[in-house]
Each structure stands twice: as C-alpha cells, then as structure tokens.
C-alpha cells in the first residue's frame, strides 16, 4: 500500500507534513535515487534519503503507534542531553517498542506534571500545531494577592515580551494566607507563559503543575516520576481529538496490562502486609480520564 511522502516522514517523527513538504519542495527529499515531488508516493521497500542520509526502513514502516503518559517531577529536564548534566525525563522511561519517543510540547525544570510522548511523529505534530489550540491546564499556587480585577485581566490578555498573552480560563482553587491555588488554561506552549503571566500582575508563582493536556487528564494513580500507557478507548479519543485514527492493536491479557503502570527502576516498592480477611476486594486501576468521558 503506497502513501504519500509527507505523510510517511511525519508519522515516523522527522517533522510536521507542512515542514516535510517544504523539504520536498527545495529538492531534499529522494526516493529510490529520484528527487521527490509533492504528490509522489512511497510504499515498503522505497529507499528514502533526506538532505543526502538514507532513512531507516524500520523506523519509517515499522512505526507502533504508542503512547505513553508521564508525570513529571520537578528537577528534570525535557531535552534528550542536558550540557548542565541534569536528570532528563528520557532517563526514567521505557525503551518503547520501534523508534524513539517524541514529547509533546515541554515543561521547564521547575514545573511537574502532565506530559503526553508518543512514537507517532504526526500525532505529536497536531497535538501541538497551533491551529488544533489545544487546551493546556494548569493548578497553580499563587503567593500574593489575587483580586476579581486582576483576574479579569488575566482574562483579557497582557502583552507580553514575545506578544500578547491570556488564559483561556481561569478559576479559584482554595488554599489559606498568602497562598492561594487557581487551576488555568492556555492553548498555547511558549516558555514560561503561566508564570509571566502571574508575575506581570505583581504575584509570584510558587508551585506549578500541568493536569491536562487537549483531553487528557494526568490520572490519579499516576504518582511523580512514574508513567503508564495509554490504550483502548482512550487512545482512540486521543487520536480522534485531532482527526487521526490508531492503527489496529493486538488485546493484551492481564499480565501484559499489569506492565503498563511501573515504577522506576530504582524506586523499592513497600512491602505490603497479608490481609486475614478474606472478603477484602483488591484495589481496581482506573484508566487515564478523559474529559467527558
């Protein structure tokens, strides 16, 4: 079965189709010796090079489309080396199957949370292309006063250094003194845009976590530092969202779900003590959330 150039690259994790097809367009893409043209097709066994360097055939047809969910703690960093020599969040996540993980979007070494990575370039790509403006939410502790007006401003937008900026919502989360929790959303992933925008109301952010992402909600059993797979109807949602569809995947039996949710390696699990009574149920894993579902 044969597809398209731009289509292939994409999902394989080389860049967004808009960014392939500009590549075509200057000539840097070839096929079986021929440069490429927008509209050519590619199917298995095509011998693909970009600027010159032959693409893996495994890489480009042998794709899995995983997903994989990580709660990020602070004091690790979203790059795959770190020149400083911090811990990055690649360090503490499983090989996945074919290819590599490609994150979607970052957060910077002093906020944890939500981050959603996959091994499908061109998931990834429309989870964070700008036109998909998906949700980005936020439960931040705010030190200082927080008044109705400064909220509203918040609403309205500030400009910014690098333009103006807003959240898309914004909402009260309880918390005592002078640190109050709001929960916020952007739809839009420059550096630090949830805390320059506290800090330009004259308040300071002391404590950020993402909790969602487009329909993804980090998962309550999803401890720090830990990650679990996204499956089933969920990631079928996922793919939904932004107009894409999963390939067919194999049902896995118990002990293959079981390996979905794992500590890291360094991480000793506490010993549990025997329970004498019989009656007790064992504790159900809930599936990552949805929204509306």
């Known amino acids: 079965m044969s597809e398209r150039i731009q289509k292939v690259l994409a999902r394989a994790g080389y860049g967004s189709r808009r960014q392939i097809e500009t590549w075509i367009k200057e000539g840097k893409v070839s096929v079986n010796g021929d440069v490429a043209k927008l509209g050519d097709q590619v199917e298995m066994g095509d011998t693909m090079r970009l600027d010159n360097k032959p693409l893996s055939a495994k890489r480009l047809w042998q794709q899995p489309q995983q997903v994989l969910l990580y709660n990020k703690p602070v004091g690790e960093v979203c790059t795959r080396k770190d020149p400083e020599g911090r811990r990055t969040i690649f360090q503490s996540l499983p090989t996945p199957e074919q290819g590599r993980w490609v994150s979607v979007g970052r957060l910077d070494i002093n906020t944890s949370g939500l981050i959603i990575l996959t091994?499908?370039?061109?998931?990834?790509?429309?989870?964070?292309?700008?036109?998909?403006?998906?949700?980005?939410?936020?439960?931040?502790?705010?030190?200082?006063?927080?008044?109705?007006?400064?909220?509203?401003?918040?609403?309205?937008?500030?400009?910014?250094?690098?333009?103006?900026?807003?959240?898309?919502?914004?909402?009260?989360?309880?918390?005592?003194?002078?640190?109050?929790?709001?929960?916020?959303?952007?739809?839009?992933?420059?550096?630090?845009?949830?805390?320059?925008?506290?800090?330009?109301?004259?308040?300071?952010?002391?404590?950020?976590?993402?909790?969602?992402?487009?329909?993804?909600?980090?998962?309550?059993?999803?401890?720090?530092?830990?990650?679990?797979?996204l499956q089933g109807a969920d990631l079928e949602r996922l793919f939904e969202e932004v107009d894409l569809k999963p390939q067919a995947v194999e049902k896995?039996?118990?002990?293959?779900?079981e390996k979905m949710l794992r500590p890291l390696k360094n991480t000793t699990a506490k010993p549990r003590p025997r329970s004498t009574n019989k009656e007790t149920k064992p504790k159900v894993k809930r599936s990552p959330r949805i929204r509306g579902h």
């Open 119 to 229: 091994t499908d370039g061109e998931l990834a790509n429309r989870l964070m292309h700008p036109s998909n403006e998906m949700d980005r939410e936020y439960a931040v502790r705010v030190l200082g006063e927080v008044t109705p007006e400064m909220m509203q401003t918040l609403r309205d937008g500030v400009e910014l250094e690098d333009g103006k900026a807003y959240f898309s919502d914004i909402q009260p989360a309880g918390g005592e003194g002078a640190n109050r929790w709001f929960h916020v959303v952007i739809q839009e992933g420059r550096n630090r845009e949830v805390r320059r925008l506290w800090e330009s109301q004259g308040v300071q952010v002391s404590r950020l976590m993402r909790v969602r992402y487009g329909p993804v909600i980090i998962p309550n059993q999803l401890k720090m530092g830990r990650w679990m797979m």
């Open 252 to 257: 896995t039996g118990r002990a293959q779900r």
